[in-house]
């Protein structure tokens, strides 16, 4: 299918000839930018930001770069290629065509698992709203209003699929979509980390890292579906996604190197004198970090579940690189779970493995989140520091599952809740380490100008230097 760039909402889904589904989504656009003028970045509309838009899913068209005013953002609805004679790739229909429409049985979980995902994405914009103000570069403001207007562009990936395949419901759906706000008492956002307030850089980079990193694990789970137009837009936003988590990643290296230099010059890792010197002491780093990965661990969902057991039976939701894995249909196979055994300590217990599918995912995302940890702690090593950060256990500070609610230590080690509790302020962001991280919040908008608590970026954007003027105010 060709891309119609002209169009008032780019596609490469052959708008121009479903009129009806057209006006609909011609309907819903005013509806999204009234959305993200109230509620998206605020007081930089008029900015001029160097950003990178999908004209077209292929390489040479997904990445284009140019200065652009982010309501005049182009927000078009691009699905990967269609592949040929795909077939279902795990689960009881394993090896029948892939779905180009939705099976009137699976109509009303295809629907919830597509608002949820879509639910996240202007959840996120919304969080993130007032970061702009306070960002530590030009460069790091531009990577910000990146992340947020592709937030909105998956939204919009979602809201198709809603209104080209599920009639009038889908068209509700999509109303609601904008309705929800993060944090909001009445009306929240579906899933609790999309509510927790992000106001401060070291967050914004934990987000990008972790929970972004989730966001990739669940388009990757969706990206198996059977239901091929759900497939095909899940795989073209990974390849937008991948940037978030760049980000991310690049972020809390930047404020780990900071604070590594620092340490050397004052020679000490003393939190109060480096937080005097302006720069984040490694512990707070870790808190945050605690804090945000096991926030994220949460959105896997249960470790026993029967509900993804149905999902990956009947081919909705599947593992990420399902090709990767021997067994497709996992009819027979099983899978251990600890759980806690009541006294303190840890049982084992064998469930159906279509029963532990969040959990395997589970495993996927940790083993992927340890790389980044790999590349900051490079840093303190090379610095000849023995600190090193940490991911905790997933069985910390859980909310969900079989360890919601049991204490433990980061280790992962059953212990009483008054342990737990003497505890809290080593392990998690105390209100002082946040009064703290606050403060060091102050908008640097000189070019090539970093704040004192975060190292510039190796390079730049799209090949351009650092000091580039990645947004112009005017
Ligand atoms: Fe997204
Ligand atoms: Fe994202």
Redesign the pocket.
């Known amino acids: 299918m060709e891309s119609n760039y002209q169009d008032r909402i780019p596609n490469n889904v052959g708008l121009g000839a479903n009129r009806t589904l057209q006006r609909a989504l011609e309907h819903w656009q005013p509806e999204f930018l009234n959305w993200w003028h109230g509620l998206g970045p605020s007081d930089f509309n008029a900015s001029s930001v160097y950003l990178r838009t999908a004209i077209s899913v292929d390489t040479k068209g997904w990445a284009t770069f140019d200065y652009v005013k982010m309501p005049d953002y182009r927000w078009g609805i691009f699905l990967a290629q269609e592949e040929n004679d795909r077939r279902v790739g795990f689960g009881d229909h394993f090896g029948q065509p892939v779905w180009q429409q939705v099976p009137g049985e699976h109509r009303s979980t295809l629907r919830r698992l597509i608002v949820t995902q879509g639910d ?2 202007p959840a ?1 914009v919304e969080q993130q709203r007032l970061l702009g103000h306070t960002a530590p570069s030009l460069y790091d403001l531009r990577n910000l209003f990146q992340v947020n207007v ?2 909105g562009r ?1 939204l919009w990936a979602m809201v198709y699929l809603l209104h080209a395949y599920f009639g009038r419901d889908g068209r509700e759906e999509a109303e609601e979509l904008l309705e929800r706000h993060s944090g909001d008492a009445d009306k929240p956002r579906i899933l609790s980390t999309f509510n927790e307030p992000i106001s401060d850089w070291l967050s914004f980079y934990m987000f990008t890292y972790f929970t ?1 990193r989730d ?1 990739k694990f669940q ?1 990757k789970s969706l990206a198996e579906s059977s239901f091929d137009p759900l497939s095909r837009t899940c795989k073209f ?1 990974l390849t ?2 991948a940037h ?1 988590m760049f980000v991310g990643d690049t972020g809390i290296g930047r404020v780990i190197k900071r604070t590594i230099e620092v340490m050397k010059e004052l020679g000490t890792d003393d939190p109060l004198a480096l937080r005097k010197a302006g720069v984040v002491d490694l512990p707070t780093i870790q808190k945050y970090l605690n804090f945000w990965f096991s926030s994220s661990l949460d959105l896997f969902g249960g470790d026993s579940s029967s509900n993804a057991a149905s999902y990956f039976a009947n081919g909705l939701k599947g593992r990420p690189d399902e090709i990767k894995y021997e067994d497709h249909i996992e009819a027979e196979s099983s899978f251990t779970l600890e759980l806690p055994d009541g006294k303190g300590g840890v049982r084992e217990e064998r469930i159906p493995m279509r029963n532990a599918v969040n959990e395997v995912v589970r495993e996927a995302y940790v083993r992927d989140c340890e790389k980044g940890l790999a590349r900051w702690n490079r840093h303190l090593e090379e610095a000849g520091y023995p600190q090193r950060m940490t991911l905790p256990s997933t069985r910390f500070r859980r909310t969900l599952g079989s360890w919601a609610n049991v204490a433990t230590s980061p280790e992962g080690k059953p212990i009483a809740q008054e342990e737990f509790n003497s505890h809290l302020d080593e392990w998690l962001p105390t209100p002082d380490d946040r009064a703290y991280v606050h403060s060091v919040m102050h908008g640097v908008f000189e070019r090539g100008k970093m704040a004192s608590w975060i190292a510039p970026p190796e390079r730049g954007i799209n090949t351009q230097p650092i000091n580039f003027e990645y947004v112009k105010f005017h």
């Open positions: 996240t994405e996120s592709e937030e998956h972004d966001g388009l936003m937008e996604e978030h």
